[in-house]
């Protein structure tokens, strides 16, 4: 059987198509007692940016925290919130859609919100795939940040009690996007690096895996030559580059799967806290073994762009907590069956996992 899988349905893109939100959410929008929810990536409440939100009289901005990855518990925080201005607010007890502005963890926790608002209990009891059995309500993803993915993914990446896992799911692909390269031009320098890797690093786990396809390829192949005009070519228009980049990177494992760097990297945001796209550079930097000439493509990235990672950041690690790396690592076996085949068990054992973390 093939997998036929969700698409976003409306896309635009182009430089300041970030004004035309008001008229794209109009069309959303019931004739009486409408409500947007805006959730906003906190560094921009104050900016000139949130100024430019077209939000309506009886609409919600919420500003959100991502300076840690997203957990479970804060998308049950939000929803809380966001159905408490509902009760006040909205006849129907739901917004007639959730906006998410900001890099991949504000998309993340913008789907997150908008499937939990339709779905009883709480984000932890759906990380997985397909658990979602009621449709979110209608969201949108603009992204300040281009790497990730988010705006494509058919998952939320989440941290929950006890393992980081998202929630898979074809309801939580965005309604619409919104790509403005406008909007990423700011991005500090070291930031725009790391999170353009987890889109690079996508690519090469693609076209390197098991489960690639024809789909896959072109899409990945793509993605792989835009990343290098942007950070090996440094060419000037590199943000448009880079946002589509994003897309096209998220779109290559659709139909197919990341891999080793991608389940190692959950494992140290799990107990580091790091971010996905710095916890991505530093697991792939030692994967040389499996991803050789992707491996050293990076680092040469790297040098052009006079970015150093962090190091010994396991040093000072318990067994325990090495031992937890090694088991939110291990649930992630699609990612594990892409990059090694169907016997990756007798290869990638929890030996060899602990070791790889160890040298980190």
């Known amino acids: 059987m093939f997998r036929n899988f969700k698409m976003v349905s409306r896309v635009v893109f182009g430089r300041n198509c970030f004004d035309q939100l008001d008229d794209i959410l109009f069309q959303k929008r019931k004739k009486t007692a409408s409500s947007m929810v805006f959730l906003i990536d906190d560094v921009f409440m104050q900016s000139k940016l949130a100024q430019r939100i077209p939000a309506h009289d009886r609409d919600l901005v919420l500003g959100v ?20 201005f509902c009760l006040e607010s909205s006849p129907n007890h739901l917004p007639d859609g959730v906006i998410g502005l900001g890099g991949g963890s504000t998309l993340d926790l913008a789907k997150a919100v908008s499937l939990m608002l339709t779905n009883p209990g709480s984000s932890a009891d759906y990380q997985g795939w ?24 058919r998952t939320t990446v989440l941290s929950g009690p006890e393992k980081k896992l ?6 939580t692909v965005f309604d619409q996007i919104i790509l403005d390269p406008e909007l990423i031009a700011g991005a500090p320098l070291d930031q725009r690096f790391y999170t353009g890797m987890d889109c690079y690093i996508h690519c090469v786990e693609s076209l390197n895996g098991t489960f690639l396809n024809t789909f896959s390829q072109s899409y990945g192949d793509k993605a792989l ?3 290098r005009e942007v950070f090996l070519d440094m060419v000037p ?9 994003s897309y096209c990177g998220g779109m290559s494992i659709a139909y197919s799967q990341v891999g080793i760097c991608h389940a ?16 991505n550079c530093i697991a792939f930097d030692y994967l040389e073994e499996y ?4 491996v050293r493509e990076f680092r040469q990235m790297m040098e052009n762009n006079n970015i150093k990672l962090p190091g010994n950041i396991t040093a000072d690690l318990t067994n325990n907590q090495l031992d937890k790396m090694v088991d939110v690592a291990l649930v992630l076996e699609p990612l594990w069956e892409n990059a090694l085949g169907n016997g990756w068990k007798s290869i990638m054992t929890r030996d060899r996992i602990r070791e790889l973390y160890q040298q980190m």
């Open 166 to 171: 998202g929630i898979n799911s074809d309801y």
């Open 65 to 84: 925290n991502v300076d840690d990855e997203p957990k479970t518990e804060y998308v049950d925080e939000l929803t809380r919130k966001v159905r408490s």
């Open 291 to 294: 991803y050789p000439e992707g």
């Open 130 to 153: 397909d658990l979602i059995k009621n449709a979110a309500v209608y969201h949108v993803g603009i992204p300040t940040l281009s790497g990730t993915g988010a705006e494509v993914s």
């Open 225 to 227: 030559s835009l990343c």
């Open 264 to 279: 190692l990297s959950y494992g140290l945001s799990y107990v580091l806290g790091l971010h996905h796209g710095i916890g």
């Open 237 to 245: 228009d590199s943000d448009d580059k880079l946002m589509m980049a």
